[in-house]
C-alpha cells in the first residue's frame, strides 16, 4: 500500500535513477553528460533485471527495435537517445518503488496493472513517451499524497 502522505518525506521532482542504474549518485550535470556519451549496455539490463520482464519487452519500451538490441548488446553502449529513454524508464520504476515503500515487487506489479488514473492503461506501456511518463510521474505523485487517481 502506498505510503501516507503524513509520513512521506520531500523526495526531488525529478530523480535521475542513477542507483537503478548502477551509475552511483552522479548529479544531474555528470548524468547528463553520461546520457550524451551513450550509456553502457548493461543499464538496459539492470533496468530489464528490475522489471523482471524480458528484454525484448523493455527494450520496446524504450523504443529499441529488436535488431538494433541486438547491435547495442555487441556494441556494449547505447545512444544517447536510448540512454535518455532507459534513464526515464529507470526513473519511474525509482518512484514506483519509492511509492510503495522500497517494494519492487509491488511496484512492478502496478507499472503492469491497468490503472484508473490513466484512464485505464497500464503505466510502463503509457510512460514510452515523454508525455506518457510524466502523467505516470504526476499519477504517482497524486498517490503518494494520497489523491484518489
Known amino acids: 500500500m502506498p505510503r501516507a502522505a503524513a509520513r512521506r518525506t520531500p523526495r526531488p521532482?525529478?530523480?535521475a535513477a542513477p542507483d537503478l542504474l548502477g551509475?552511483?549518485?552522479a548529479d544531474p550535470v555528470e548524468l547528463h553528460r553520461r546520457i550524451e556519451a551513450g550509456l553502457p549496455f548493461a543499464c538496459l539490463m539492470r533496468v530489464q533485471e528490475?522489471?523482471?520482464r524480458p528484454l525484448a519487452e523493455v527494450a520496446g519500451?524504450?523504443?529499441i527495435p529488436q535488431r538494433t538490441l541486438a547491435r547495442r548488446r555487441r556494441e556494449g553502449r547505447l545512444t544517447p537517445e536510448e540512454s535518455d529513454r532507459v534513464v526515464r524508464l529507470a526513473r519511474l520504476v525509482e518512484q514506483?518503488?519509492?511509492?510503495?515503500?522500497g517494494d519492487l515487487g509491488a511496484a512492478?506489479?502496478?507499472l503492469g496493472a491497468p490503472a484508473r488514473g490513466l484512464g485505464g492503461q497500464v503505466p510502463l506501456a503509457f510512460a514510452r513517451s515523454e508525455v506518457g511518463a510524466r502523467e505516470v510521474e504526476r499519477l504517482i505523485g497524486?498517490?503518494?499524497h494520497g489523491v484518489v487517481a
Open 96 to 101: 514506483a518503488a519509492a511509492l510503495f515503500e
Open 50 to 52: 528490475a522489471l523482471e
Open 61 to 63: 519500451l524504450v523504443r
Open 13 to 15: 521532482a525529478e530523480p
Open 142 to 144: 497524486r498517490l503518494e
Open 108 to 110: 512492478r506489479r502496478w
Open 23 to 25: 551509475l552511483g549518485h
